[in-house]
């Protein structure tokens, strides 16, 4: 079985700041992870995804996740913080694209 | 191109009442999902489809909970008779398997209120 572990439900940054949400999974065959995005009174949308190939993957509006296998981690990282990225961030993985495991989620939240 | 469709977006009923949330999965995509998010218990699995066939229902709390998916791009996910405990928002989720790599496509959800 498959879970996943996001440490910080509530992450605040100023605006221009590291963003840096942690993740950690765990599974017993090799996963495919990815970070979705929710908006106030929206879905989750998908923000990247690691399956295979290179571990340092880019996604939408500048964020970035690094799967490292020997942490079993994949944190997400936005090198400068803006307003738009105050958002509710899920943490997610799979290992054969059927039942996907969340985590509990990060609330973001970017200070002026 | 058409995204997850949910209605309604938002239901408010009294306890006691049956409830029905649809789903209009994206054209093509075999497996559907529904969830239910609330801020005690976060993003739940409920149940899930694969080509209109229920495959895992284990995280549908009780027997008052029930889905179908008559076709391929219709679901419904019901509650009968309604709680108050049952407030959250319903995700609904559709995916296709196939190409790989491919991951969930979520809708804007039902916000339901049981009062």
């Known amino acids: 079985a498959q879970s996943v572990t996001q440490l910080g439900s509530h992450v605040s940054v100023s605006e221009g700041a590291l963003v840096l949400l942690r993740c950690n999974y765990s599974s017993s065959v090799p996963p495919y992870l990815f970070w979705y995005v929710q908006y106030p009174n929206q879905g989750l949308q998908l923000l990247l995804k690691?399956?295979?190939?290179?571990?340092l993957v880019k996604g939408i509006n500048g964020f970035e996740a690094e799967f490292k296998k020997s942490e079993t981690s994949f944190h997400l990282t936005k090198p400068s913080a803006h307003m738009s990225d105050a958002a509710e961030y899920f943490c997610a993985v799979t290992t054969n694209f059927n039942k996907f495991y969340f985590g509990s989620g990060t609330k973001l939240n970017v200070k002026p | 191109d058409a995204g997850v469709i949910q209605s309604p977006r938002h239901e408010v009923t009294e306890m006691g009442q049956e409830v029905t949330l649809r789903c209009k999965p994206i054209s093509g995509h075999d497996y559907l999902f529904w969830y239910r998010q609330t801020m005690m218990r976060g993003l739940e699995l409920l149940i899930y489809f694969n080509n209109n066939v229920p495959i895992d229902d284990s995280g549908m709390p009780e027997d008052r909970f029930s889905a179908k998916m008559p076709n391929a791009s219709f679901s419904t996910l019901k509650i009968q008779p309604s709680e108050p405990r049952d407030s959250a928002v319903y995700f609904c989720a559709s995916s296709y398997s196939g190409l790989s790599n491919q991951p969930q496509h979520f809708g804007d959800g039902t916000r339901l209120s049981i009062l």
């Open positions: 690691y399956t295979t190939g290179a571990t």
